[in-house]
T-cell receptor, first 114, second 114 residues
Framework: AQKITQTQPGMFVQEKEAVTLDCTYD???????LFWYKQPSSGEMIFLIY??????QNATEGRYSLNFQKARKSANLVISASQLGDSAMYFC???????????FGSGTRLQVQP | DADVTQTPRNRITKTGKRIMLECSQT?????MYWYRQDPGLGLRLIYY???????NKGEISDGYSVSRQAQAKFSLSLESAIPNQTALYFC?????????????FGSGTQLSVL
């Protein structure tokens, strides 16, 4: 079975500072992909970033980077220079090889304070 | 703009009623999914379909059924709604030929069962 754990139900960060959202995963499959999605208060799900298990480099997309530590089975999302518009729920998800759909964590609510 | 459209956006119904949530997409993707979101639980997979003739149960399929009427249409039915089916429901699609096969989500249907 595959499982995603997000241990931070809520986080606060000051505007312009960096923040790390934690995600650990469990799978026995050697090949898998890790995803982060953002859900603003309006409710839509927005794809942020992807990391493949065999990717040599940590993924980056603008202010988002994924701190992938394979041995520790962690895939933390780092948001640099936080903005008020970053306030949202953030979900970590995984698809393992041979699995047919994404498994999601329980989410972290991030609030950016001015 | 290619999109994933869910109808209705909001629905209030009574216990025991049969209701249908509809999803249509113009992305041309073969793969479609239904998830439900509950506070503190993240998104959980209800059903998924990889083509018109392929229907698969997810982790929480009890009390639900689906129909894949065409490549572009995937509907979710609650045969006899109960209050603990109150949730935010998402339809999603994916393209297996893409690099990461990320999910594209509809805007969600907020369902309340009284």
């Amino acid at each position: 079975a595959q499982k995603i754990t997000q241990t931070q139900p809520g986080m606060f960060v000051q505007e312009k500072e960096a923040v790390t959202l934690d995600c650990t995963y469990d799978t026995s499959d050697p090949s898998y992909g890790l995803f982060w999605y953002k859900q603003p208060s309006s409710g839509e799900m927005i794809f942020l970033i992807y990391q493949g298990s065999y990717d040599q480099q940590n993924a980056t997309e603008g202010r988002y980077s994924l701190n992938f530590q394979k041995a520790r089975k962690s895939a933390n999302l780092v948001i640099s220079a936080s903005q008020l518009g970053d306030s949202a729920m953030y979900f970590c998800a995984m698809r393992a090889e041979g699995r047919r759909a994404l498994t999601f964590g329980s989410g972290t609510r991030l609030q950016v304070q001015p | 703009d290619a999109d994933v459209t869910q109808t209705p956006r909001n629905r209030i119904t009574k216990t025991g009623k049969r209701i249908m949530l509809e999803c249509s997409q113009t992305k041309g993707h073969d793969r479609m999914y239904w998830y439900r979101q509950d506070p503190g639980l993240g998104l959980r997979l209800i059903y998924y379909s990889f083509d018109v003739k392929d229907i698969n149960k997810g982790e929480i399929s009890d009390g639900y059924s689906v129909s894949r009427q065409a490549q572009a249409k995937f509907s979710l039915s609650l045969e006899s709604a109960i209050p603990n089916q109150t949730a935010l429901y998402f339809c999603a699609t994916s393209d297996p030929d893409s690099t990461n096969e990320k999910l594209f989500f509809g805007s969600g249907t907020q369902l309340s069962v009284l």
